[in-house]
Structure formats: structure tokens, C-alpha cells
């Protein structure tokens, strides 16, 4: 059984960083993809990125380029979101998502295993 369990949420100011990392174990196979996700109270789960671990192709929301990386210990399993300038409308709930075909899509419905999230709380 896959799991995924995300770290490194917190409170923050806005401007500033926050590096979420997601661990996943169980996992079989090589060529899966990791997605970032986030959910603010009220709102609709939105994408924020994806990494696929084949070869490391990833991909952005366009609210978050230029401001968000993300980057792989393959060996380990572990994704890593580094979000910098950080803004108080960011703050959700933000989780991590195994997609076990390996695309790395923005649709939620395309991730089999996700891990219970992590809150990040941006205040003005």
C-alpha cells in the first residue's frame, strides 16, 4: 500500500518561504509522478505542481511560476516544494498526490494515493 505523508507546512509572513517536503512509501515502481495540491477553506482543490520521476519534467500552476520549485531525492522517494514569496491568499491546506501512470497532470482524478496535508498559513 503506497503512502504519502507531507512535512514542512507552518505559519509564515507574507514574502515569505516555506520548503513542504512528501515521502512516500510503499511504492513498487519507478515511474510515478508527484503532484502538489491545495485546498483553502471554502474553495475547490486546486493544482499547484507536479514532477514526474522518470524524468524529472515538472509543471507549474501559473500562479505560482517563478516563485515555486520543485525537486526530487529519487533514490529516497521524497518531493520537495520550495515556495518562496509566499502570499496570505495562498494560505490552504496543501497535499501531496501519487499518480501512478506517471503523468503528473493538474487533475486531481488522475492521482491514486494522497497524503493528509500539511497547513500553510500566510498572515499579512
Known amino acids: 500500500q503506497v503512502q504519502l505523508e507531507e512535512s514542512g507546512g507552518g505559519l509564515v509572513q507574507a514574502g515569505g518561504s516555506l520548503r513542504l517536503s512528501c515521502g512516500a512509501s510503499?511504492?513498487?515502481?519507478?515511474?510515478?509522478?508527484t503532484g502538489w495540491f491545495r485546498q483553502a477553506a471554502g474553495k475547490e482543490r486546486e493544482f499547484v505542481a507536479s514532477i514526474t520521476w522518470v524524468s524529472g519534467s515538472t509543471y507549474y500552476a501559473d500562479s505560482v511560476k517563478g516563485r515555486f520549485t520543485l525537486s526530487m531525492d529519487n533514490a529516497n522517494k521524497m518531493v520537495y516544494l520550495q515556495m518562496n514569496n509566499l502570499k496570505p491568499e495562498e494560505t490552504a491546506v496543501y497535499s501531496c498526490?501519487?499518480?501512478?501512470?506517471?503523468?503528473?497532470?493538474?487533475?486531481?482524478?488522475?492521482?491514486?494515493?494522497w497524503g493528509q496535508g500539511t497547513q500553510v498559513t500566510v498572515s499579512s
Open positions: 498526490a501519487a499518480d501512478a501512470a506517471g503523468w503528473g497532470t493538474s487533475r486531481p482524478d488522475e492521482y491514486d494515493y
Open positions: 510503499g511504492v513498487r515502481f519507478s515511474n510515478y509522478a
